[in-house]
């Protein structure tokens, strides 16, 4: 016979629809404000945009390290998840270039997260080393496919192109810094085909 004890708690361990639904909400809310930096960027900054009280952010991330993991660790996935959209949908320079420019903006959230929650000399190192490898990885794909194509060049790795689009996000600092990176982007881009540089 089932015991209805076993049953309650399967019940009470598994998240309501309602619960799940606020942890993103809380989520994307984090990604917006701490992208923005700056002292407006607090735990109470994050629960008035997801509409949420803040006991409600803290039960889902008891600890402001706890949300910072949580919203990186998602926006990597989804990056991961874009890599695998585009090598099926995108022409190879394409989905390359797509693939970098949306890199931007995890960059973004990361400097406003390490700012907001003064991470910078003590973050986690292992995360950035798990999610390094998963974003090498996710690049790697739509670097050989566009190698493959004959569209780039293929004295690059995936390590390269990741090492070079951090290094120029991290050289701007100003507002608007995104744009000014999105362009040297398509630059660096263009200057890693091999038709644009048979053209000159």
């Known amino acids: 016979m089932r015991d209805m004890g076993e049953d309650s708690a399967k019940t009470t361990r598994r998240p ?13 809310a984090a990604k917006a404000v701490f992208s923005a930096g ?5 735990l109470e900054a994050v629960a008035r945009r997801a509409e ?20 990186y660790r998602r926006e990597v996935g989804q990056l991961v998840e874009l890599a695998e959209q585009l090598k099926d ?12 420019r949306s890199n931007v903006e ?5 400097k406003g997260m390490l700012a907001a929650l ?12 798990d999610t390094f490898h998963r974003l090498t990885t996710a690049i790697g794909t739509l670097l050989d ?8 060049r293929a004295d690059v790795s995936a390590e390269d ?40």
């Open 38 to 42: 700056g002292p407006d960027a607090s």
């Open 52 to 71: 949420v009280g803040i006991g409600t952010l803290y039960r889902h991330f008891p600890t402001r390290e706890a949300l910072f993991e949580a919203v």
């Open 161 to 200: 192109l990741l090492r070079a689009l951090i290094g120029m996000c991290y050289m701007h600092d100003q507002p608007g810094w995104q744009e000014a990176v999105l362009r040297l982007l398509d630059v660096f881009v263009d200057g890693l085909c091999l038709q644009t540089k048979a053209k000159r």
């Open 106 to 110: 995890l960059v973004a959230t990361k």
């Open 89 to 100: 949908e995108a022409a190879p320079v394409d989905a390359l270039r797509r693939w970098l």
């Open 145 to 152: 496919r566009a190698v493959a194509a004959g569209e780039i």
């Open 16 to 28: 309501r629809a309602d619960a799940i639904r606020n942890r993103e909400r809380v989520l994307e």
């Open 118 to 129: 003064a991470l910078a000399t003590h973050g986690p190192s292992q995360l950035y080393a």
